[in-house]
């Protein structure tokens, strides 16, 4: 069983960048596709970003095109999420997820089995 903890998250000002990372244990996340979701105060859990498992291709919500940059590093077994030009609207707990060994990426929560305890991001304006 694979366990993910993300790290990263902080309170930084409308226009800064921050880098999470989600670090796993327990099995390699080297067949698995990965994935950021986030959930704002009183909102639903929502898509951010995912990658397949090759790291071929990745995909993005359209709020955060162009700003979010998902990555992994299988050697270290970690995936990434690079923000830039943070918005106020980005504040929200991110969550880091896989999916199914080989499975293929998807927005839906309900395809990822496995998430993290979330990291923290607020952005002030």
């Known amino acids: 069983q694979v366990q993910l903890v993300e790290s990263g998250g902080g309170l930084v000002q409308a226009g800064d960048s921050l880098k999470l990372s989600c670090a796993a244990s327990g099995r390699t996340i080297s067949t698995y596709p990965m994935a950021w979701f986030r959930q704002a105060p009183g909102k639903e859990r929502e898509f951010v970003a995912a990658i397949t498992w090759g790291g071929s291709r990745t995909y993005y919500a359209d709020s955060v095109k162009g700003r979010f940059t998902i990555s992994r590093d299988n050697a270290k077994n970690t995936a990434y999420l690079q923000m830039n030009s943070l918005r106020p609207e980005d504040t929200a707990l991110y969550y880091c997820?896989?999916?199914?060994?080989?499975?293929?990426?998807?927005?839906?929560?309900?395809?990822?089995?496995?998430w993290g305890q979330g990291t923290r991001i607020t952005v002030s304006s």
């Open positions: 997820a896989t999916g199914r060994a080989y499975g293929g990426s998807s927005v839906h929560a309900s395809d990822y089995g496995t």
